[in-house]
């Protein structure tokens, strides 16, 4: 029940967002969105969904994970560069993509948990290694990906993308309820005591950030399909948005409280954020200024929501 609390921040914010975004793409274009527009949203928002996802995780337990960009973009590099014929290579290069992904997180991991070293520290150092490889694998934007595999994964023409979301959200909710589940955010609620009764800190914080890679790893397979071809530097917009994401949705930086679900319906939120400044006829120069006072309202809403609660 407290985690449906601490989400409905971000419920309320999408649900905001998305009368907005009926509001002005109705008064645009004289008539209400198309189901290739709902489609179309629903599709570029799976990636932020997915890092998103997986950001939660890390900042359950405290930490943060600003080297998401980097392994997005090289899991992009991946599949953008690797999958140039038949949906049978696609797809194994795609699993690489996921693979590649979860390596990086449990470096990041280790370092985190073994090293000692904060995680802003440790995260900022990797996003520029992992960046580096994407480069290296992809030096410039281009690749293309399997026609076939587009309509299993993002589907312009049928909703396929309610799928994977669904996925996504049954994959969250299996896991806030396994052993696992419950050690994040017994060590995001008080590392010490945690680790009196026995839970093993070390290695929870190596599987969250393991499993921030994976879902970066997915973020990118998701992004490729989508655009149809891929951007070594495809990430670095889902640092600020994964972590614009996780406020929004109400999780505490502190770690140990709130829940995906509620950063899920942040991405959604952010994702029609642009929708709405597009059709608002805002100049793209001055989005980024009116995401900013976006995200400003939505964290002081919920510091308010919080100060009422207390």
């Not at 004289?30 to 990636?47: A, I, M, Q, V």
């Not at 599949?79 to 797809?91: I, K, L, P, Q, Y």
């Not at 994040?184 to 800190?201: I, K, N």
Request: proline share 4%; charged share 10%; net charge neutral.
């Amino acid at each position: 029940m407290s985690e449906l609390r601490a989400a409905t921040l971000g419920y309320a914010v999408l649900a905001a967002t998305a009368i907005a975004y009926l509001v002005v793409y109705t008064t645009s274009l004289g008539h209400l969105p198309t189901p290739f527009d709902y489609l179309s949203l629903l599709n570029t928002s799976l990636p932020l969904v997915f890092v998103a996802i997986g950001q939660s995780l890390v900042v359950l337990t405290g930490g943060i994970d600003l080297s998401v960009g980097g392994m997005v973009g090289l899991g992009v590099a991946i599949v953008a560069a690797g999958s140039t014929s038949g949906a049978a290579v696609t797809a194994g290069w795609m699993l690489a993509a996921v693979g590649a992904g979860a390596a990086c997180g449990a470096v990041n991991g280790l370092i985190v948990a073994k090293g000692r070293i904060a995680p802003i520290l440790t995260t900022l150092a990797t996003l520029s290694v992992y960046s580096g490889l994407a480069l290296k694998v992809l030096p410039v934007p281009g690749g293309e990906i399997s026609p076939a595999v587009r309509s299993v994964l993002t589907d312009p023409d049928v909703p396929t993308g309610l799928i994977w979301l669904g996925v996504a959200v049954a994959g969250w909710l299996v896991l806030r309820r396994t052993r696992f589940g419950m050690r994040v955010y017994a060590v995001g609620s008080d590392e010490t005591a945690a680790r009196a009764v026995g839970v093993p800190t070390v290695w929870v914080k190596v599987g969250v950030y393991a499993l921030s890679g994976v879902c970066s790893g997915l973020a990118a397979v998701f992004y490729v399909s989508t655009t149809t071809s891929g951007d070594p530097n495809a990430g670095d917009s889902f640092i600020l948005t994964s972590i614009a994401a996780v406020v929004v949705g109400g999780i505490a930086f502190a770690g140990g409280r709130g829940s995906a679900l509620g950063a899920v319906a942040g991405a959604f939120a952010l994702t029609l954020v642009i929708d709405v400044l597009f059709f608002a006829g805002i100049d793209p120069l001055y989005q980024s200024l009116f995401q900013g006072l976006f995200l400003v309202v939505a964290v002081l809403l919920g510091s308010l929501v919080r100060w009422r609660r207390a």
